[in-house]
């Protein structure tokens, strides 16, 4: 065929038209150059036959249209046969790719493109147009000829996964990560698509995930499967977007999650709980300051009899129990690294080999904004936190370990020393784009919100990886889902080993008696024994701050009969009377309450006092205080409408000094005036009022009663400076009223002659 056509183009050209020869030199010249620039992207030795086709045919062209059609030697004729032959023998074989050797020692076949050549294996051929439509994308977007080496569609449809292998050059998967919002944009994706990448077994191959429906719209309950597993094998929260199973490492990184209310959050909480509960060589526990919320629902069975150990085995619901659970972990986490050196050693490992003898310890932290951040000032709080803190950066090696959540992932919420030893972040859908951005360091496009679908999905970042992945949890619900893995967990958990229980304290033992009793309604309290009080550990109280604080968790979680107790039915009440103080006594009853340890109110002990002395034949109060007492309650009557206390007398029947009666009286009345009934003045303010120099001279004469300012700052009008609190001046008194505290000489010699009362 090449030969007829050259012939029919010399005989036209030359014997007919009668055209120089030159012209067929140009036309061949110009076929050369095109042919090279469009041949660019083709195989070598395509481009060498087509290139060899010009040259020789045009060549030939140009003699003959020269010399003539019919040459007088046969040689130019024997030419263009050999050139024709050659070009025609070669073809077949110009044209047919050699298989390549992949990374893998399997072949691809040759498949060409408009943008780039590609390599493909195991696509069938209807799928072939689709790895070359997306061949032609990745080099026009990232400017990359890459080659498919494999494409599957998912088994349950919305999307494809294609096997890429990158050129020679230095680009990686880093390169495809930033473009992956245009290359989305690009194909037109619905919402709520993407594309994503994950790295391949080798650096320049790369596998991509591209979602044609939105998966994460989808709610996929949790598979029920009580079969037990591994601690070392991770913990399986859901899946990505692309359905694969999103597995997250739990035997030695530590995990947060983030997510604000409604997005998930505790959902995935409770998913991790199922997960961890089934672990054969774990023990899950619970930590949740508002009420224990997350631990309710897999304490059911064990609270209505159904199980004889509960799943969770240990549940902190209030700031106390926290406490004692966050001191013995740590003191667990330290003691096991000395004690159980050698099992490390026998296992040549960096950390504690952990079994069903020798379980990890895996606490779960909700709403951990009260405990995590760096703002807070609470003395105990802040022991948790450094509980916390130091078992995360100490105790990996020892299998004792925290999952933490938080509502936001800011540094008001998280402290940076505490984010910097999360090495699984999961953000849930909800929150802000700049706290997502936080929490993964910055990723840049890496992040889009818009990509996710609501409550339940998120992203991750898992241990050893740079890269943020889009997920979704799967959906526990209590009734379907988190009683029946409660139930089963109950019956399979691991026990403590016996090097935890010798460093814990005194407390560990009665944990699930008082597990029991904040776990109950207040109605089942009345029917449960009393748990014993506890001694805080890390935290002292008193004057000095050497006294151990003791918590009664009957009394911060009291039963019904308790509640009925303290409670006063009453009217609204009015301003007092004389001669009625025995009535007005009775009706501040409540005042106990409020002063936190039992005293009697100091109204009680006035009015006792009185009748007293009436009885002695003395006069009900004493008389150089009398007209003030009188004034100043008439004045707070015309304010605050409240019972005020009148003078109330020590059990020895000494007055209280004069200026812890003036500091009560301008508290009530900041309590009569506050909303809420807060009794508190800033030390400027009460010295003022008193008639004291300066806040100095105030302490110097309150502290020598017992009487100092709150630890913390006070708000008052909205501003917040040191100040004093009426429950602490009522304390003071009803003690001194008592006999239990001395007035000094000082105090009570002050002032030397009662100044005019203020009017308030």
């Known amino acids: ?19 120089p020869s030159w012209y067929a030199a140009v036309g061949a010249s110009l076929g050369v150059v095109v042919t090279a620039i469009t041949g660019l992207n083709a195989a070598p030795k395509v481009l060498a036959w087509r290139l060899a086709s010009w040259i020789g045919g045009g060549s030939w062209v140009t003699a003959t249209m020269a010399t003539g059609l019919l040459p007088p030697t046969p040689e130019p004729w024997l030419i263009l ?6 070009l025609a023998g070669t073809h077949k074989w110009a044209h047919t790719n050699k298989p390549m050797p992949s990374i893998h020692g399997h072949h691809h076949n040759g498949v060409l493109g408009n943008a780039a050549t590609a ?21 026009r977007i990232c400017k990359l000829r890459v080659q498919i080496t494999e494409l599957t569609m998912w088994e349950y449809g919305g999307g494809f996964t294609a096997h890429l292998l990158l050129p020679v050059g230095g680009d990686g998967i880093e390169k495809l990560d930033r473009e992956r919002l245009s290359l989305a944009n690009d194909a037109n994706l619905p919402h709520g698509c993407a594309v994503d990448f994950r790295p391949g077994d080798a650096r320049r191959e790369v596998i991509m995930d591209v979602s044609t429906v939105n998966t994460l719209k989808e709610t996929v309950p949790y598979p029920l499967d009580f079969t037990p597993r591994d601690v070392n094998d991770g913990i399986l929260l859901g899946r990505f977007r ?19 209310s409604g997005s998930g959050k505790t959902n995935t909480l409770h998913v991790a709980a199922a997960q961890l509960g089934l672990c054969f060589n774990n023990l899950t526990l619970t930590m949740d300051l508002n009420g224990g919320g997350i631990a309710q629902a897999w304490l059911r069975p064990w609270l209505d009899g159904r199980v004889e150990e509960p799943s969770i085995d240990w549940a902190a619901a209030c700031r106390e129990e926290a406490l004692l659970m966050s001191h013995d972990l740590l003191a667990i986490g330290l003691e096991r690294k000395t004690v159980y050196a050698q099992l490390q050693i026998d296992a040549n490992s960096d950390k504690i080999p952990v079994s069903e003898k020798v379980p990890q310890v895996t606490a779960i932290l909700d709403e951990g904004a009260e405990l995590l951040s760096d703002s807070i000032r609470d003395p105990l709080t802040r022991v948790i936190r450094g509980n916390i803190e130091a078992t995360a950066r100490q105790c990996r090696a020892a299998a004792v370990t925290y999952l933490l959540s938080s509502l936001r992932s800011t540094q008001g919420s998280i402290s940076t020393d505490l984010l910097a030893l999360m090495h699984n972040r999961i953000w849930m859908a909800g929150g802000e784009e700049k706290e997502a951005q936080y929490l993964y360091d910055w990723p840049g496009k890496q992040i889009d919100i818009k990509e996710l679908a609501g409550s339940g999905s998120g992203f991750v970042r898992r241990h050893n990886e740079t890269r943020v992945h889009t997920w979704r949890a799967f959906r526990m619900t209590p009734a379907d889902h988190i009683i029946p893995v409660s139930i089963a967990v109950s019956g399979m958990r691991p026990g403590w080993d016996a090097a935890s229980l010798e460093v814990v304290g005194p407390w560990f033992a009665t944990r699930h008696k008082r597990m029991r009793w904040i776990f109950s309604t207040p109605e089942q309290r009345d029917r449960l024994p009393r748990p014993e009080p506890v001694e805080l550990p890390g935290i002292m109280g008193g004057k000095l701050g050497d006294e151990p604080v003791i918590w009664h968790p009957d009394q911060t979680h009291p039963a019904a009969k308790d509640k009925r107790a303290q409670i006063a039915v009453r009217p609204a009440p009015k301003a007092p009377v004389r001669g009625s103080e025995d009535a007005a006594a009775s009706e501040r009853k409540h005042l106990s309450l409020l002063q936190g340890g039992g005293w009697e109110d100091p109204a009680q002990i006035a009015a006792r006092a009185r009748a007293e002395r009436q009885a002695a034949g003395a006069s009900p109060m004493p008389q150089t205080a009398a007209a003030s007492a009188g004034a100043v309650v008439h004045a707070v009557e015309q304010v605050a409408e409240l019972p005020q206390p009148q003078t109330v007398m020590a059990a020895a029947g000494a007055d209280l000094p004069e200026i812890l009666q003036r500091v009560v009286r301008r508290l009530r009345t900041s309590a ?3 909303p809420q009934g807060l009794g508190r003045i800033h030390s400027e303010d009460l010295a003022a009022f008193v008639g004291v120099p300066d806040t100095r001279h105030l302490s110097h004469l309150l502290s020598q009663i017992g009487l100092n300012p709150v630890k913390n700052p006070i708000e008052v009008n909205g501003v917040r400076k040191r100040g004093y609190d009426l429950r602490d001046a009522e304390a003071v008194a009803a003690k001194i009223a008592r006999g239990e505290q001395t007035v000094p000489e000082e105090v009570a010699a002050w002032p030397e002659e009662v100044a005019d009362e203020r009017a308030v």
């Not at 012939?7 to 030359?14: E, I, N, Q, R, Y």
């Not at 390599?119 to 080099?139: D, G």
């Not at 359905?243 to 739990?250: G, K, R």
């Open 242 to 260: 692309h359905v694969a199973p999103m597995i997250v490492q739990a035997r030695e990184p530590r995990t947060v999650v983030v997510g604000t």
């Open 1 to 19: 065929m090449g030969y007829l056509g050259t012939a029919a183009l010399s005989v036209v050209g030359g014997g007919l038209l009668n055209l």
């Open 119 to 139: 390599t493909v294996s195991n696509v069938p051929r209807k799928h072939v147009p689709l790895a070359q439509e997306w061949v032609n994308r990745l080099y």
């Open 672 to 674: 009569a005036r506050h």
């Open 81 to 86: 046969a050999g050139i024709t032959g050659a």
